[in-house]
């Protein structure tokens, strides 16, 4: 999720101002704060994301594509996301060679629901074992969002300045979905292989307006972004099982992607800026890397925990403009951005009633650092996260729910005046910058009886 906050000088106002570090951190700080690319399911977000080693339904394809070989019938399958974000600004000050001036607080909210994963999924027998083929398309990262935020700067006492008043707006709409064709085999009864071949596709738009009023000055910038991106990798993945306990390990290979954006900026008082062209060059993702663990004390426990680390620092554009070769596409420094290592850890009991019916009971913890550090304070944006779900299983059909309470705090800066922002100045106001997310995920998974599609299958690709 791109949460678009100052996004006003943005990727194509220029590739002048590309070069300078200030309009570069504004874009990573400000604008590219939850890249970090979620498995679906609301199974796994009811076990905190711990799903590597177990990896047992459809949606097994977004952590570890070896547990599909785990599934013995042919079923579709459904994920739907509602979340809301509240982003709030406190304690803000500005110091520095100007005027000392207190900021009044702001709190901006965001409530979104997006469909976020689908999934057709058949196994077969081939040389005696399961093998099972599956096609899907996930929402990676749903890029829509409408923001409305207002700081008021005013002398400190004992301090000489004008007051000024700062409105933003910004809407943002798009996602980019994934595509992909995954099989998994299992090799025998304690080993599972899969791989998945995914294509990369998303198409955004933002637009976003500010105003700053101080005195009888009034200046503003309007600005405009239309982006896309296109590229594919691979993921493979191996299970090792025993009766009580399993092993998971899953590579998520970097890839070279095509991205392409517009830009139109404009601006009170008016500062040159280049004609608005489409510019395409290159953007190397990064490589993930995870392993997991699950234990089954019993038929009715689940304990299962992950660890996954991504090479954020990898992510660079490539092209032969030398304001933007090499430049990394979170901070556009050669050296700020961090990897991370995000940790998952998960709990499920199971109740099994008389009628044969499954309510399981779920609780998981998660902490995950994002690909963005603060330039003025040097402190990482890291979300913390606590979850809870259930469902019900009966015959054919599955239907998990999950809540999940997300929180992040630290010290941060921000460019609220708009000449500084335009000189590409750095920042000198300083406060805390809260997130507060609820999340709330749906699945259904529908079983399909496994003779008659094997059936159509012969017939449609073998013949009578």
Not at 96 to 121: E, I, Y
Not at 134 to 148: N, P, Y
Request: neutral net charge.
């Amino acid at each position: 999720m791109l949460s678009a906050k100052t996004l006003i000088l943005g990727l194509g106002a220029g590739c002048s101002l590309l070069g300078q570090s200030p309009i570069g951190t504004l874009i990573s700080e400000q604008s590219r704060t939850a890249f970090t690319l979620e498995g679906a399911g609301a199974r796994a977000i009811g076990l905190g994301g711990a799903f590597i080693a177990v990896a047992d339904d459809a949606t097994a394809v977004t952590f570890n594509p070896a547990g599909l070989a785990q599934l013995m019938r042919p079923e579709v399958s459904f994920v739907a996301r509602g979340v809301q974000r509240n982003v709030s600004f406190q304690d803000f000050q500005t110091s520095g060679t100007g005027p000392r001036m207190d900021v009044t607080d702001s709190l901006s909210s965001n409530r979104r629901l997006d469909p976020l994963f689908a999934s057709a999924t058949v196994p077969l027998r081939v040389g005696g074992r399961n093998l099972v083929v599956q096609m899907s398309i996930q929402r990676a990262f749903a890029l829509s969002e409408s923001d409305d935020r207002e700081f008021q700067s005013t002398p400190v006492a004992g301090s000489v300045g004008t007051p000024s008043h700062l409105k933003q707006s910004i809407n943002q709409s798009g996602q980019i979905d994934v595509y992909s064709l995954a099989a998994a085999y299992e090799v025998s009864q304690r080993i599972l292989l899969g791989v998945t071949w995914n294509q990369w596709r998303g198409r955004w738009d933002l637009s976003s307006s500010s105003v700053q009023t101080t005195g009888d000055n009034v200046a503003r910038i309007a600005y405009s972004q239309n982006d896309s991106l296109d590229g594919s990798n691979f993921d493979v993945g191996v299970i090792w099982r025993w009766p009580t306990w399993s092993l998971g390990v899953v590579r998520r290979t970097g890839f070279h992607a095509d991205y392409t954006f517009l830009t139109g900026v404009t601006s009170t008082p008016v500062v040159a800026h280049p004609p608005a062209e489409p510019m395409t060059l290159g953007l190397h993702w990064p490589a993930t890397t995870g392993a997991g663990f699950a234990y089954r004390p019993s038929e009715r426990w689940l304990v299962t925990a992950d660890v996954t680390h991504t090479l954020w620092s990898t992510t660079r554009y490539m092209t032969s403009n030398s304001n933007l070769d090499g430049k990394s596409f979170f901070d556009f420094a050669r050296t700020r951005t961090p990897n991370s290592t995000d940790l998952h850890a998960g709990a499920e009991y199971l109740i099994i009633t008389s009628r044969n019916e499954i309510i399981p009971l779920r609780f998981g913890v998660s902490q995950e650092p994002q690909p963005v550090v603060d330039r003025i304070t040097g402190e990482q944006r890291v979300m913390r996260r606590v979850s809870v779900g259930t469902g019900f299983k009966r015959g054919n059909l599955s239907v998990d729910l999950a809540y999940r309470y997300g929180w992040s705090s630290r010290r941060a800066s921000q460019s609220l005046a708009i000449d500084q922002i335009l000189a590409g100045a750095e920042p000198s106001t300083v406060g805390s910058v809260r997130i507060r997310e609820h999340r709330i995920d749906l699945s259904t998974i529908y079983q399909l009886d496994r003779q008659p599609v094997e059936r159509f299958l012969r017939h449609l690709f073998v013949g009578d």
